[in-house]
C-alpha cells in the first residue's frame, strides 16, 4: 500500500505524524534528554524509497535533525543511525567518510567532539549523560 498522509503498517511515519508527535512530546515535558533512534520520517510521498537517492536520505535526517532541535532546544538529544538512514538501506560500509561526516555536521549541535570523531569513523559513538 501507498503510506498516505497518516501512514501505513511496516512503512516509514510521514512528516505530518512525526510533527504531530513532537507537539504532543512538547506539551507533556520537560525531559532529561531525548532519544532519537533513527530510521528518520521521509517524504514517502514525494520520494518512494525505491526512488531515493543518499541526497534525499540525508534531506530526511537533516530535517528530523532540524525539528528535533527546534522542539527541545535546551535538552540533550542522542541521536542514532537506523537501518533507512542510508542509501541503499542496510548498507552502511566502514569507509563512507563523506556520508557519516555530514551525519556528524548535524549532531554536532548535541554531541562532543571525541563523540563526533567516532560518528565520523563509524557511525557510533558514546556520550555521558548528566545526572
Not at 498516505?4 to 512503512?11: A, D, K, P, S, V
Not at 555530514?102 to 562532543?112: C, D, I, Q, T, Y
Request: net charge negative; aromatic share 12%.
Amino acid at each position: 500500500g501507498k503510506a498516505g498522509e497518516h501512514g501505513y503498517y511496516n512503512c516509514d511515519t510521514p512528516m505530518d505524524t512525526f510533527a504531530s508527535s513532537l507537539r504532543f512530546a512538547q506539551s507533556v515535558g520537560p525531559y532529561e534528554f531525548v532519544l532519537w533512534l533513527g530510521d528518520s520520517p521521509t517524504k514517502y510521498l514525494e520520494h518512494p524509497q525505491h526512488n531515493q537517492t543518499t541526497a534525499h536520505v540525508m534531506e530526511n535526517v537533516r530535517r528530523v535533525a532540524d525539528s528535533i532541535a527546534a522542539a527541545f532546544p535546551d535538552t540533550p538529544v542522542f541521536p542514532n543511525l537506523g537501518n533507512h538512514d542510508h542509501n541503499p538501506d542496510d548498507a552502511l560500509a566502514p569507509n563512507e567518510t563523506a556520508y557519516l561526516d555530514a551525519v556528524a555536521k548535524l549532531w554536532a549541535r548535541w554531541l562532543p567532539a571525541d563523540a563526533l570523531e567516532t560518528v565520523r569513523r563509524g557511525g557510533y559513538y558514546s556520550a555521558p549523560v548528566r545526572g
